[in-house]
């Protein structure tokens, strides 16, 4: 019955393609492989990355390759000589275990190297052709510990065989293999928002990869919905069907296993048509999850999908029967979302036409871009690019905080237990002022940058390793502008000047560089003030004092005694001083004459105009005027 199933499995997907007229694209995503030592083999290289254990997404490793002598292939467990060899020592190089593909699943020499001590585990292909994605096994493995897939942590690669011979060989002549594994560029990285799709099902009885997918959605909710109401993701939830091909469409299998009339189809979950649920029942199940997640994406609340999709894994389990449409919409009341919603959506699934949720969800499938087809279940996609490794919180979080652009991950991503914090080793590298604990470097998920920082809203320029410089108004307040600054004898001067926009200088009656430190200039000694003969001059820090004999007091813009005009005045200040007189008096004269000339005018005016309405006493009557006249 399982060779039968997996038969119909890869007709319905065969034909699905063809129905899209489109050549299937199983895209395997990869990581660089740089091989550093023997100098015969530097350069970079292609690995496919396993779809089990933790890559290190955002990061790299360094480590020595070696091969064993004896189970080269690690379908055994490692003990003794090769045990020794390989496991990984204190203040050394970690092992990378290279061994032979073939005679066991990828998944059992993983466990079997990681056990052994080895830190990574590189798998020579055995025949040559292109790179392919070693998967987990469908089934059960056959082994002692048949859940320790799950327990895999180490990273794995599969390298071609003609990469893998060199690297044997040269191991046999003495030469030590070191290789950089590098991940950082594994996800792209663009912008301060990762989009993710994660490619799921609802049946929950299909052996260990369901399991793991349950465990993941349970353990993953919290984080995923963090970093959704935040605007740090966008996430977007996917389900897998088929269809069944034309001739099949009247068959107890299509029928048990598809809705609207062959259109969309799963798997049976026990794959026995006789009895428990059908396919038919998944597939009903999974358009209610995926309707349910537009109704509340709608509803601008996405991330309520997690807590749909995790409560009704624990109320409506199959094993107890109630996998079923009316535990569905009591778990969809409970959340308060409108279940009639819900229900327009699913529609009818006895209709022979096209569902425009599911149809979507098949077109979605077929791969677009670098992304190629989702042939795998689950399948996350992280910025277009499909996720390999463990489906575990940790190694998905860490994948996700790697598709942000550096500098924009959430706080989320940069604590102790998901990336080591550079800045915390010599400060990465990076300027820094101790004194007002101020640093340019920047943790980030996949390293740190060194980047001058805004502190109090005053933003610091240079280039982030060996200089940072505040810059505009208020500058002064965050470590003085990082200028000099003294007080000395209750005077407090300072090099930082708020209305610049950068630099230093050193106040009036100082000198330096103004960043480092400003020295005092002695006016009195460098005969720079206070040097009129009448003159006592005394220095100060930053500045001086200067007394005058006799009384006499000092002018210290004109560095002079002034007084009394007498013969001890010297001349120069007298003959200025006969000149503000002289323009004091001639002043006042002038503003005397303007006054008096002002009001004579005014008289005038004042007199004529009173004229054209009266007789004045010094002017004839009109009449006698007239009569003159005649």
Not at 90 to 105: A, K, M, N, S, W
Not at 154 to 173: H, R
Not at 178 to 188: G, M
């Amino acid at each position: 019955m399982r060779i039968k199933v997996t038969v119909v499995w890869c007709v319905w997907i065969l034909a699905l393609l063809w129905q899209h007229h489109v050549v299937a694209r199983f895209v395997v995503e990869k990581n660089n492989l740089k091989i550093t030592s023997p100098r015969s083999l530097r350069g970079i290289y292609e690995c496919a990355i396993g779809n089990f254990g933790v890559p290190k997404y955002g990061g790299a490793m360094i480590g020595a390759v070696v091969y064993p002598k004896a189970n080269q292939n690690g379908c055994n467990r490692f003990e003794g000589a090769d045990a020794s060899l390989f496991a990984s020592r204190p203040g050394g190089f970690p092992t990378f275990l290279l061994v032979d593909r073939g005679e066991c699943y990828f998944t059992l020499k993983a466990w079997n190297a990681q056990k052994g001590g080895a830190a990574a585990i590189l798998v020579a292909d055995d025949r040559i052709e292109p790179l392919i994605t070693m998967d987990t096994p469908e089934e059960g493995t056959g082994a002692n510990d048949d859940d320790y897939i799950e327990k895999i942590n180490i990273p794995s690669a599969l390298v071609s065989k003609g990469l893998g011979d060199s690297i044997k060989a040269a191991l046999a002549s003495g030469d030590m293999v070191n290789v950089n594994l590098d991940w950082r560029e594994a996800l792209p990285h663009p912008d301060d928002r990762v989009e993710y799709e994660f490619w799921t099902n609802s049946n929950d009885e299909c052996g260990v990869k369901c399991d793991a997918q349950l465990s993941f959605v349970s353990s993953f909710k919290g984080a995923a919905q963090l970093l959704e109401q935040k605007g740090f993701t966008q996430f977007t939830p996917h389900f897998i069907t088929w269809y069944c091909p034309q001739a099949f469409i009247l068959s107890k299998q299509c029928k048990a296993q598809c809705i609207n009339n062959g259109r969309y189809c799963a798997p049976d979950p026990d794959q026995d048509f006789s009895r428990g649920y059908d396919g038919r029942d998944v597939v009903i199940q999974n358009l209610r999850q995926a309707c349910f997640f537009k109704v509340a994406n709608e509803s601008k609340k996405p991330w309520q999908w997690w807590d749909y999709v995790t409560d009704f894994a624990i109320r409506c389990p199959m094993r107890e029967n109630r996998y079923t449409q009316e535990c569905s919409d009591q778990v969809i009341a409970s959340l308060g979302v409108d279940v009639k919603k819900i229900r327009d959506c699913v529609g009818d699934p006895n209709l022979d036409a096209e569902n425009p949720v599911l149809k979507k969800e098949q077109d979605a499938q077929i791969g677009k871009g670098t992304r190629g087809d989702v042939t795998i279940l689950p399948t996350l996609i992280i910025n277009n690019r499909q996720y390999r490794g463990k489906l575990s919180r940790e190694a998905v979080l860490k994948a996700i905080c790697s598709a942000f652009k550096e500098t924009t991950e959430p706080s989320i991503c940069l604590t102790p237990d998901m990336e080591t914090n550079e800045c915390l080793v010599n400060n990465g590298g990076c300027w820094q002022d101790k004194s007002a604990n101020i640093t340019a470097c920047r943790d980030t998920f996949r390293g740190r940058v060194c980047e001058c920082p805004v502190v109090q809203n005053v933003k610091f320029v240079g280039d982030g390793y060996t200089h940072c410089e505040a810059t505009a108004r208020l500058r002064c307040a965050v470590n003085n502008g990082g200028c000099w600054k003294g007080a000395q004898e209750g005077r407090v001067y300072s090099a930082c000047i708020d209305d610049h926009t950068k630099g230093c200088k050193c106040p009036p009656g100082f000198r330096g560089d103004g960043v480092h430190s400003c020295e005092d200039i002695d006016e009195c000694k460098e005969k720079l003030a206070c040097q009129c003969p009448e003159c006592n001059c005394k220095n100060t820090w930053g500045s001086y004092e200067c007394k005058c004999n006799s009384g006499l007091y000092y002018m210290r813009d004109n560095d002079m005694c002034i007084g009394k005009y007498t013969a001890s005045v010297n001349s120069g200040g007298f003959i200025i001083w006969v000149i503000f007189l002289v323009i004091a008096i001639v002043g006042l004269v002038g503003y005397a004459f303007y006054k008096y000339r002002i009001q004579r005018y005014m008289d005038s005016e004042i007199r004529a105009i009173m004229a054209q309405y009266m007789p004045l006493d010094n002017q004839p009557d009109a009449s006698v005027q007239l009569q003159q006249g005649v």
